[in-house]
């Protein structure tokens, strides 16, 4: 099997999880706030969070899972500033956790909070 073959094979496989993944938005006040949103617009649209959260994620190579070694990531790829909403939809919800990179909602999930 060549290179390219095995690459192709590669990406395909990876794209499975990808097509299946669908992305999920938050309804508030009616309201619908999804990925792309800005940080104002969320605020705007659901009002305050439970919880906030901030941190700076690890930077990763282009195209892998291999986050970039200390050394380097501190020199030359700085960490991805991130922040973690959380918002308590009520009896009988999931609380929905809203992760914003770069001040636009990358992801909304739902599930109970961790303990």
């Known amino acids: 099997?060549?290179?390219?073959?095995?690459?192709?094979i590669l990406a395909a496989v990876l794209a499975v999880p990808a097509?299946?993944?669908?992305a999920e938005s938050l309804r508030c006040n009616g309201h619908s706030a999804a990925e792309g949103d800005s940080r104002l617009s969320v605020l705007y649209k659901?009002?305050?969070?439970?919880?906030k959260d901030s941190y700076c994620a690890p930077a990763y190579?282009?195209?892998t899972f291999q986050p970039v070694p200390e050394p380097f990531?501190?020199?030359v790829v700085p960490c991805q500033h991130t922040e973690e909403w959380l918002y308590d939809r009520g009896p009988g919800h999931l609380m929905a956790k809203v992760r914003f990179r770069s001040g636009v909602v990358q992801s909304?999930?739902?599930g109970?909070?961790?303990r």
């Open 46 to 51: 659901c009002g305050q969070p439970l919880l």
């Open 19 to 22: 097509m299946s993944a669908h």
């Open 61 to 63: 190579y282009v195209d």
């Open 73 to 75: 990531a501190a020199a």
């Open 112 to 114: 109970h909070v961790p």
């Open 1 to 8: 099997m060549n290179v390219i073959s095995r690459r192709m």
């Open 108 to 110: 909304i999930t739902y």
